[in-house]
């Protein structure tokens, strides 16, 4: 996680001494507001983020760099259409924000970031001192004053884009891939498959591999093998969590990489078992 990030810019901090942990994942991080800016309107603009462009005067021309992929579109689009079910304040604009609130630990900041189809707001409250202001949380000081700032806009809020080509979208489970339609077992059940097939592993790439592959004539990557031993078949191979077109009768595939840079392999077998690896493409 923190070379995906370091690898897009952003600085994640973190106490001095402190090791990785489930707080970390769930959110138990430091990060500036820039960088939060800049992943939020990444997500806001179909998982590519941008630098920020600063202007001093009013009317002032702003400038800004290449962008970079956070992720991919039909993920950027699937947060976002998460976030964008989370219940607006009382007495909040009609229309649809799609936004998150925070509060750290001891009551010393409290977070709200959101964006409608154009414009991507940051809110933060606190104490400048970084002192706790009991009771301070995102959800009652952050929230308001994020939908507050979206209306001193002074337009109708733009809609959120449609989900992109080749977004999964299931309302039951009878529309999920077979592999995705287990969610339950008994032990029993497990322990009969497990022994008749062993869990589904990545036999290639391993990982931290760094692939060093080669160009064809149109500077494209060349494919890549990617190889599977145990579990049941039919497998559905994923890039970065979304499923990509492949034999599924079969422990080996093919993929072709777009952009250099670090990726997350996965593979699901048809008991629901699923190994990932994280390699980095150059």
Do not use: C
């Not at 009551?107 to 001192?129: E, K, L, M």
């Not at 337009?155 to 884009?161: A, N, S, Y």
């Not at 777009?258 to 690896?277: H, M, N, W």
């Amino acid at each position: 996680m923190f070379a995906r990030f370091a690898q897009i810019g952003v600085d994640l901090r973190t106490p001095v001494g402190a090791k990785p942990n489930l707080s970390m994942v769930l959110g138990g991080l430091g990060i500036t507001v820039q960088d939060l800016a800049r992943s939020y309107v990444g997500l806001a603009r179909g998982g590519e983020m941008i630098d920020l462009g600063w202007r001093q005067k009013p009317g002032q021309q702003s400038t800004r760099g290449t962008g970079v992929r956070l992720m991919s579109e039909q993920a950027a689009w699937q947060v976002g259409n998460i976030l964008a079910d989370a219940p607006p304040p009382k007495n909040a604009r009609k229309g649809q924000i799609a936004y998150k609130t925070g509060t750290s630990y001891g009551y010393r900041d409290a977070w709200a970031a959101g964006f409608d189809g154009q414009t991507t707001i940051i809110v933060w409250a606190g104490r400048p001192d970084g002192t706790a202001s009991p009771g301070l949380t995102g959800r009652t000081a952050a929230a308001p004053a994020l939908f507050d700032a979206f209306e001193q806009l002074g337009r109708p809020l733009v809609p959120l884009p449609a989900a992109p080509k080749g977004t999964l979208i299931a309302h039951t489970s009878a529309q999920l891939p077979a592999p995705m339609r287990h969610f339950e077992r008994t032990d029993t059940q497990y322990a009969e498959h497990a022994s008749l097939n062993p869990p589904v592993k990545i036999a290639f790439p391993h990982n931290g591999t760094q692939l060093a592959l080669s160009l064809d004539q149109q500077g494209h990557f060349e494919f890549l093998a990617l190889k599977a031993e145990g579990g049941k078949l039919p497998l559905t191979w994923m890039i970065n969590g979304a499923p990509i077109k492949a034999n599924r009768a079969r422990r080996t595939t093919f993929w072709k990489p777009k952009e250099k840079g670090f990726v997350r392999l996965g593979v699901l077998d048809a008991l629901g078992r699923a190994d990932s690896v994280l390699v980095r493409v150059e």
